[in-house]
């Protein structure tokens, strides 16, 4: 059988792993693209001068502020080279975590809730601080053990981590305003009307009459909040939705339609460019990676 090497799902992040923990310190001008995920991503902001961008919005980070990073959401760092950025960053396996909700308790819960309010960070009270810094503190102590049981305990500890971070994120004031978030409200709502009806008309016409845009004026306002044009945008979020399809096993031409492409072969140009694969190549790098 013909064996295909998943070097861009790799390079996209997937994650094998329960979770992974770094903690990072670098002072040097990282010059990141927009980029995305394939699992959730928490940042904890610790030090340094750094604005994300996450879908459209900006967050200049404080110490110890929490960014929740979805599944597929495009972000991208913006650091100063002035000063040391340090950051504690945690990569999410859904599986795992799906494995330990129990009486409706959904440890993703927070990522979902981040899409819904459309708020990816989480800023603590002073308060809050020392108990979220000593969980953090025994889990990297706890991945660095090699006695008996460490990985139970590194696991359950991880788990008390998801616990707190979701109860900080139901805990906020969603009627508050927090100070360093920047947005333009009607791209926030186009970004909503986008990956909500990705199967259906999205043309730049459509999209500037419905919000009473004109629409060189809305391809403009767009690029300047997104750093995407509006037709890339949408073809790139269209080849990710049409990328988990393909995983679940659907055909590549039933997936097609469901993602608004036009016709087969735009589906498959769009779907090379993003991932270097052809849908068929790419659900058989995927399904290599879950053999045992």
Sequence with gaps: MEHYEPEEMKKRGYLNEDFMFFKLKDQKKNEFEFHYHDFNKIIIFLSGDVTYIIEGKSYTLRPWDILLVGRNDIHQPIISPNTAYERIVLWLNPHFLDAHNRNNCDLQNC????????????????????????????????????SFGNEILKNSIFIQLIVKINRLFFGMDIKKKIEDVRYDSRIENILSHINNNLDSDLSIDSISNKFFLNKYYLMHLFK???????????????????????????????????????????????????????????????ASRLEP
Aim: charged share 25%.
């Design 111 to 146: 990522f979902t809730l981040a899409t819904e309010r459309k708020m990816n960070m989480i800023r603590l009270n002073m308060a809050d601080i020392p108990s979220l810094q000593q969980t953090l503190d025994d889990l990297e102590e706890s991945i660095n053990d090699s």
């Design 224 to 286: 300047k909040e997104t750093g995407f044009t509006v037709y890339n945008y949408i073809q790139k979020k269209r080849a990710i939705k049409a990328a988990d399809y393909i995983k679940s096993g659907m055909q590549a031409g039933e997936v097609c339609s469901l993602c608004g492409f036009g016709d087969y072969s735009s589906f498959v140009r769009t779907f090379k460019k993003e991932f270097k694969l052809s849908p068929m190549q790419y659900y058989k790098a995927y």
